[in-house]
């Protein structure tokens, strides 16, 4: 039940149905269940919510779920429960809310309220009551409202 880039309704020729001669329980690429870069529901790699090729929640060729490409159970890149790089689901590193990769926990430097990487405890320069790096109780001196 794959569709067109020019009719979202249309089918292609191929039977919509068939699956690849070597893995019988692989999606094939023309799969409706598959998002495609032209797919009116994918979000894009600058939108807060779009997915990373490498972020936690997808589902890379390696992952640890995948099998062997052999195996009839095996999980390919297009398969319907896999994550694809365009899923809604996982964050972009440009968005403010997103944790990077190095480290789960840290919240991006551009957030007001974010967690450097080096102190913890630490409240970002950028913040009106920032503390300083090296001292857990110190108050900077831009501060307001004191």
């Known amino acids: 039940m794959a569709v067109t880039d020019a009719d979202p309704v249309s089918v292609t020729p191929a039977d919509p149905l068939a699956v690849t001669a070597a893995d ?3 999606v094939t690429a023309d799969d409706l269940g598959a998002v495609s870069a032209a797919d009116p529901a994918a979000v894009t790699a600058a939108d807060p919510v779009a997915v990373t090729p490498a ?3 997808a589902v890379t060729a390696a992952g640890p779920a995948a099998v062997a490409a ?3 159970g095996a999980v390919t890149a297009v398969k319907p429960g896999a994550v694809t790089a365009v899923k809604p689901a996982a964050v972009t590193a440009a ?3 997103a ?3 190095d480290d789960p926990g840290a919240v991006t430097a551009d957030d007001p309220g974010a967690v450097t990487a080096d102190d913890p405890g630490a409240v970002s320069a950028a913040h009106p009551r920032a503390l300083n790096a ?3 109780g ?3 001196v831009p501060t307001l409202g004191l």
Do not use: L, M, N, Q
Request: net charge negative.
């Open 24 to 26: 019988p329980a692989a």
């Open 55 to 57: 972020g936690p929640a």
């Open 70 to 72: 052999g195996d009839p």
């Open 95 to 97: 968005d403010s809310g």
């Open 99 to 101: 944790v990077t990769a």
């Open 134 to 136: 090296g001292d857990h």
């Open 138 to 140: 110190a108050v900077t």
